[in-house]
């Protein structure tokens, strides 16, 4: 069996007065949902309690049964009270460990309900169950509850998860991106011949997809501006609906969310 802290310390990493995150959830406070959308730090860093009073914190996410997901350790920076939150934690994430992140499973047999674990003392039921060839990918979770940040479709994609292409490469359809930073939208659709696949293929290699406003947004922000974008399926039609029905449906989007208004699209 091999340790946890002690597979960390293979990567030049020493545990040192920490805590175990085992972090759970459901629904918006799903943290496996906020970290495949590249947020779990943020998710993290709101407590409702002092809970983080060490100097690191190994963040784990529930899976099922007793399998975990390691997302990180954490140095914790300083803690302040807050308008949203009890207490908001500022943390950074310790490198030198990326490799691991997303690509660890953890066995830990949970007989408690506490959630914030004093290292030391539960060290040795930290069991790595498997380490996988590449970052966790969610199973596609449905075309209604698709929604995924930049980083997370690059994965997806490099990956050519099944799942994930299987239902995005056999539909046409109408899509948002959404700039989580400031909240404008841009509405696109897909007709090609892969669908919804195709056209995020694109996003994720170039950013932008070939829209001019959005390769004028990333050519005044900078390429890692990219990294703020969130992508989400709207609406659907299979390859019998022509480029007009889609390009329509497209439309009624664009009408309905404002986008050409207050977003990045031109028209």
Excluded at 110 to 120: M, T, V
Excluded at 139 to 157: C, D, M, Q, W
Aim: with cysteine.
């Amino acid at each position: 069996m091999i340790r946890l802290d002690n597979l960390l310390a293979g990567h030049g990493l020493k545990l040192d007065d920490w805590k175990i995150h085992l972090a759970t959830g459901k629904d918006w406070n799903d943290p496996l949902e906020w970290y495949l959308r590249g947020r779990f730090k943020r998710w993290q860093e709101g407590q409702t309690k002092k809970n983080f009073e060490c100097k690191m914190v190994v963040s784990l996410i529930h899976l099922e049964q007793d399998r975990w997901l390691f997302v990180g350790v954490y140095e914790i920076l300083s803690v302040r009270e807050a308008v949203t939150m009890p207490y908001y934690y500022r943390t950074r994430l310790i490198p030198g460990h990326e490799a691991l992140i997303g690509r660890v499973i953890v066995r830990f047999k949970r007989d408690f309900r506490a959630s914030y674990l004093i290292g030391e003392r539960f060290v040795d039921r930290l069991e790595v169950a498997q380490i996988l060839d590449k970052e966790y990918i969610d199973p596609f979770p449905g075309y209604n509850k698709t929604v995924i940040a930049h980083e997370r479709l690059k994965s997806v994609i490099a990956g050519g998860d099944a799942s994930w292409r299987a239902a995005l490469a056999n539909v046409k359809g109408v899509y948002l991106i959404v700039d989580a930073k400031t909240g404008r939208m841009y509405v696109g659709s897909a007709t090609g011949t892969k669908g919804i696949w195709q056209r995020w293929c694109d996003y994720a290699g170039s950013g932008h997809g070939g829209n001019r406003e959005l390769k004028a947004l990333l050519h005044k922000k900078g390429p890692n501006y990219v990294r703020n974008f969130q992508y989400t399926v709207l609406e659907i039609a299979d390859f019998h609906a022509t480029d007009r029905d889609i390009v329509d449906r497209e439309q009624h989007w664009k009408k309905a969310l404002l986008s050409v208004e207050h977003g990045y699209n031109h028209s």
